[in-house]
């Protein structure tokens, strides 16, 4: 059985950690497979820039919306939706020019 070592003496000579060890460590979150139904915030994040197309709910967090608001935005059309197998999802880009567009500077008095 491997030898246990402190997390001091690990931190010296990274060749003592056992492989039972880096079993029961706990996964990093990115590794982590979220649960049925799961918000968006606790599911795996990914690099900036590699995802385009977000669902309803994914867009509500990215925008600081509910969902429903959301939905109402698509339903008004001031956000187009790309359908595809029956699900609809919306374009980074598409949210990113929302909110340019709806950008306000309040004037001074």
């Given at each position: 059985m491997a030898e246990v070592v402190s997390h001091t003496e690990r931190d010296r000579d990274p060749a003592t950690v056992s492989f039972v060890e880096i079993q029961q460590e706990a996964p990093p979150q990115a590794m982590v497979k979220p649960k049925r139904g799961a918000s968006v915030k606790h599911r795996a994040t990914r690099p900036?820039?590699?995802?385009?197309?977000?669902?309803i709910t994914e867009a509500g967090h990215y925008l600081g919306r509910s969902s429903w608001s959301v939905r109402r935005l698509v339903w008004a059309g001031a956000l187009p939706q790309v359908r595809a197998?029956?699900?609809?999802?919306?374009?980074?880009r598409?949210?990113?020019?929302?909110?340019?567009q709806?950008?306000?500077?309040?004037?001074?008095g």
């Open positions: 900036e820039g590699y995802k385009r197309l977000y669902s197998g029956g699900r609809v999802h919306l374009d980074i598409d949210l990113d020019e929302f909110i340019e709806n950008k306000v500077r309040e004037e001074s």
